[in-house]
């Protein structure tokens, strides 16, 4: 029976090697973690994610031929192949702060599995990590292996939550990376064979290990240039009456540039894009490409610019304030189908409205107050380091409150912020709500997601990306 470890039980490790046990009822997958509390979440009935479709995996599988523990060393110590999916965050200090990739804890984990290893061992890069980052790993693992033979693959992953299980099931590609040798090409082997379980063998490719590392960062940072160039193109509709939905529809339907991934939006979050593409930047700004490094940058900025654009609108709307005034806040998620705040344009957001004074009041229907408190406290890239997985006291910001229901939030509020686009904002009693809240009552659509005409004919002024703007304050130049 092959055997599989992941170092890792987060957002990738745990759907991913659910998803392998799925499939491979003969492979025995154990996945480990330095954090107690999300093993034993993982071990529990309420899994520390949540991802549509998971738990039916999970529960599927586990105590057969899937386990969750701590016990790192003796799974890392009995596995054939180690995946390897703990954070790569954003150095916070030192060299390359605030765009580099911290490998601390990749770097931790390569020391432990040299450590421990008593068997040849295949080494997977699931993490996404700078390109060259496999030949650091094989200086550590080789450097202090005692003559056992370690393979280095890097396998990065594409799956996107909220759809992560769907991802995995039918991905586009599975991508694997391998040093172009006798030894590299068969550890290469040894991995497609697991994939090959349910994966069309034409839609595994493998590459070298360097095109592998840097096709991770080259997908997200085209993935994230989509949204910048549809949210920049939001300001110029706005600005001159075309409609951002028309103007995206008609782009997409050529069929070389493709209708998905062309919806604007209060600005692009999750755990990925922005880090990616800093981690992207620095590489080229290290390789002397300063041109490369400043187009990806822009991607960056146009996106920091649309989160601030929103918050202009909004208070510029609100007749240049918001001090006081109650502004309920509808999804605190970077997308829907998912409770993960990280990197959350609600984040910026509400800073920028507590900055001017206002009292916000959240709902959103996965995310808990304690998150939500603590995203509001934290600095900037301090999310994505294990300690802070652990409970931390609130911010104790008392102009923030949270609450279970989006009638309570919205009760009267002078405004309505929307800003993750989960479903059951589309059917929202918007009349109730109106008439609960302050007049005039303000919805601002940071995702497009109500029927802008119809919440107009109850009463509302409402301004949307990218849309045409509400005929009210289009009257009033000074205010906006
Ligand atoms: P995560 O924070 O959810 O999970 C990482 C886990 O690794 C944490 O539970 C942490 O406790 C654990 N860990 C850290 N050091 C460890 C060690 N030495 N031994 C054992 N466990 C350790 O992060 P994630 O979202 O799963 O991302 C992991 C990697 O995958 C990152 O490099 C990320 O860029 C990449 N990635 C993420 C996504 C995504 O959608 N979240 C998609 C593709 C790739
Ligand atoms: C992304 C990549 O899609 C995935 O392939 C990679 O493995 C990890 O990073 P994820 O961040 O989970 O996945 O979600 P994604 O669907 O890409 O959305 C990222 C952000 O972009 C979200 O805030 C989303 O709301 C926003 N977005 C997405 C838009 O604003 N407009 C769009 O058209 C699509």
Redesign the pocket.
Known sequence: MVKICCLGAGYVGGPTMAVIAYKCPAIEVVVVDISIVRINAWNSEQLPIYEPGLDDVVKNCRGRNLFFSTDIEKHVGEADIIFVSVNTPTKTRGLGAGKAADLTYWESAARMIADVSKSDKIVVEKSTVPVKTAEAIEKILMHNSKGINFQILSNP???????AIQ?LFAPDRVLIGGRQTTAGLKAVKALKDVYAHWVPEDRIITTNLWSAELSKLA??AF??Q??SS??AMSALCEATGADVYEVSYAVGKDSRIGP??????V???????QKDILNLVYICECNGLTEVANYWKQVIKINDYQKSRFVNRVVSSMFNTVSGKKIAVLGFA??KD?G?TRE??AIDICKGLLGDKGQISIYDPQVTEDQIQRDLAMNKFDWDHPLHLQPMSPSGVKQVSVVWDAYEATRDAHGVCILT?WDEFKTLDYKRIYDDMQKPAFVFDG?NVVDADKLREIGFIVYSIGKPLDGWLKDMPALV
């Open positions: 992953e594409f799956l996107a939550e909220g759809t991802d997908a997200n993935l994230a989509r949204i549809v949210n998905k991934f062309l919806n604007a939006s600005g692009f979050g999750g755990s990925c894009f970077f997308k998912t993960d959350t344009p686009e995702r």
